[in-house]
């Protein structure tokens, strides 16, 4: 069987993480041998990968310590293909192939705005050897692949690669147990609550998601109208910055961040209005799940995805990133009507699970004939 590794850095929560995990159960049952390679410990995702999986910790304490496990990892475990998840990743990746005796082909995962995540850098430093190594090293990629046209086309911008490197497979969020909509209630206070309106908000709590300044136009919306409340499902840095907010506002009693939950669907599906607040995407995963149900949607148009997802989506409003006052406004205007019965999206197939592992099988086929 020839051995397909994925490469990230933990399993902690996160939209990457969940698609290898679930593309490495997928393929145990398959022509290919499926192998998570990563070297963070921790991580809640761990607990869902599959028995049959291979699952592989390095030793890691730096880019260049990563490099040199990498190199090993490829003589020892001989893989045929190996598949990355973040664009430092990928590079790091292809030099360790220069250097190593097995060589595998190597998909480079296009996930996020290759521009905003070099502007995300750390320093300047940081930045121009980001956009270096890309510059050098993408171009000799066996395939990239690209969660949105929209990723897609910021790559050929930005590193000048040939179309026909980048294929677009779009995240397979989409399942059965999305379609059967066998989902409980969440077992929260404001679900039982007949004359709110209930906004919610699921993701990392990080910067680029933008949910802190989702909180401060929660609350003008609020002023606006008192049967708001906000959940807030995640966990990160930003948490810290949020409660501060929250209580110096006095708005514990309007807002709660209730963290990561494994069921965070049922509390979607059971929400007035989902909000996507972010600063740059790749393509949202929850925002395709949002379509799946009756929730109406706002999403900044941030690049790239949103514009993709919510073309010609009843009930979905897109506004601009870090705009406050269309964010206050689109709450308010939502939640002054009723909730609404979703008209099936035909786009949405696009990002069901089957519909995305064929097109990633056939990518592997296509590249170890």
């Known amino acids: 069987m020839k051995k397909i590794s994925f490469i990230l850095p933990s399993f902690e929560v996160g939209g990457i993480e969940s698609n290898f995990i679930s593309a490495a159960n997928y393929l145990k049952s398959s022509e290919f041998e499926p192998e998570l390679v990563y070297w963070f410990e921790g991580g809640e995702l761990k607990k869902k990968i599959d028995p049959g999986v291979i699952v592989t910790k390095l030793k890691v304490s730096s880019l260049f310590s990563l490099l040199i496990k990498l190199i090993y990892h490829y003589n020892k475990s001989r893989p045929a293909i190996v598949q990355t998840s973040m664009y430092m990743i990928g590079n790091i990746a292809m030099i360790a192939k220069i250097f190593s005796f097995h060589k595998p082909k190597i998909i480079i995962g296009a996930h996020s705005n290759f ?54 497979i779009y995240n397979g969020v989409i399942s059965k147990k999305h379609r059967e909509k066998k989902f409980v209630t969440p077992k929260h206070s404001w679900f039982s609550l007949k004359n709110i309106c209930l906004v919610c908000s699921i993701g990392r709590l990080s910067p680029v998601k933008g949910i802190y300044e989702l909180v401060c136009a929660f609350r003008r919306a609020h002023k606006l109208n008192d ?6 499902i995640g966990e990160g840095e930003e948490a810290v910055r949020i409660e501060k907010y929250l209580n110096t506002h006095s708005m514990n009693e309007y807002v709660e961040i209730i963290g990561f939950r494994e069921n965070y669907y049922s509390y979607l599906d059971n929400s007035d209005i989902y909000v996507l607040n972010s600063y740059y995407e790749g393509m949202s995963n929850i925002l395709a799940e949002a379509l799946t149900t009756d929730t109406k949607i706002i999403s900044t148009n941030c690049e790239h995805g949103p514009i993709e997802l919510l073309k010609d989506v009843k009930e979905s409003k897109l506004i601009d990133v870090n705009n406050e006052n269309q964010l206050v406004n689109a709450i308010y205007d939502f939640s002054k009507t009723k909730k609404i019965k979703r008209e099936n999206v035909p786009h949405l197939k696009n990002f069901y699970f089957n519909e995305s592992m064929n097109k990633y099988s056939n990518v592997y086929i296509e590249l170890l004939s």
């Open 115 to 168: 521009h905003s995540t070099c502007k995300a850098s750390e320093n300047l430093v940081d930045e121009f050897i980001l956009r270096k190594l890309s510059s050098i090293f993408y171009k000799r990629a066996d395939k990239i692949v690209a969660v949105s046209e929209g990723v897609k086309n910021g790559l050929i911008k930005s590193l000048n690669l040939e179309e026909s490197k980048i294929k677009v």
């Open 227 to 232: 049967n708001l409340r906000l959940i807030i």
